[in-house]
């Protein structure tokens, strides 16, 4: 069975650029997690997705942030403009339903953004 | 506000011998779950054991088990015979059994020579 697919997953970029970064979790996991890691830290939930539905968009700076999932499968997140403190890995994550804390939190190898 | 303390910033052991990584955490709540997470240089995060706080018994994955302290709110990792495929960063993490989010530690970096 594929586990969770990021692309790209390396990107540089010049600031004030915009970037998009893509996840498709494992097949009939209706539960979509982003993640932002800072280099020494734990992961930090940006968005968590119930199917197309957005339950929880409370730490995503929607100023810049924003993030889809059309279909309720693959999602995108994007940033416009990235600034320098944009710099980090992004980790998507998918599981079966989230409010059940036996469902497992799959990650994806993640997405490691520079800022130049 | 719940919080997770991992207290060592990095770790080295020789290759089949034990290590034991701190996990301490602060919550109110009685009902909850921690976890050890595996981030190898990879950077894919992988489950390594999951506890359940109502269990007293401390769970157990082959050469990975847990010291699951609920009174102490401490919650340390066992690897027993260490292999070099361990060198990895190490997460612990918390969830209360009422919200679905997962509270992160800041890692231990384990590093297992040969």
């Known amino acids: 069975e594929a586990g969770v697919v990021q692309s790209p997953r390396y990107k540089i970029i010049e600031k004030k650029q915009p970037v998009a970064f893509w996840c498709n979790p494992i097949?009939?996991?209706?539960?979509l997690y982003w993640y932002l890691q800072n280099l020494g830290q734990g992961p930090e939930l940006l968005i968590r997705y119930e199917n197309e539905e957005a339950v929880d968009d409370s730490q995503l700076p929607k100023d810049r942030f924003s993030a889809e999932r059309l279909k309720g499968v693959d999602s995108t997140l994007k940033i416009q403009p990235a600034e320098l403190g944009d710099s980090a890995v992004y980790l998507c994550a998918s599981s079966l339903r989230g409010g059940n804390p036996y469902n497992e939190q799959f990650f994806g190898p993640g997405t490691r953004l520079t800022v130049l | 506000a719940q919080t997770v303390t991992q207290s060592q910033p990095e770790m080295s052991v020789q290759e089949a011998e034990t290590v034991t990584l701190s996990c301490t955490y602060d919550?109110?709540?009685?009902?909850?779950?921690l976890f050890w997470y595996k981030q190898p240089p990879s950077r894919q995060m992988i489950l390594v054991i999951r506890?359940?706080?109502?269990k007293q018994q401390n769970a157990t994955e082959n050469r990975f088990s847990v010291n699951f302290q609920k009174a102490a709110k401490s919650f340390s990792l066992k690897i027993s015979d260490s292999q070099l495929g361990d060198t990895a960063m190490y997460f612990c993490a918390f969830r209360m059994d009422s919200n679905y989010q997962l509270i992160w530690g800041a890692g231990t970096k384990l590093i297992i020579k040969p």
């Open positions: 097949s009939g996991h209706n539960t």
């Open positions: 919550t109110s709540e009685s009902n909850y779950y």
């Open positions: 506890q359940e706080a109502y």
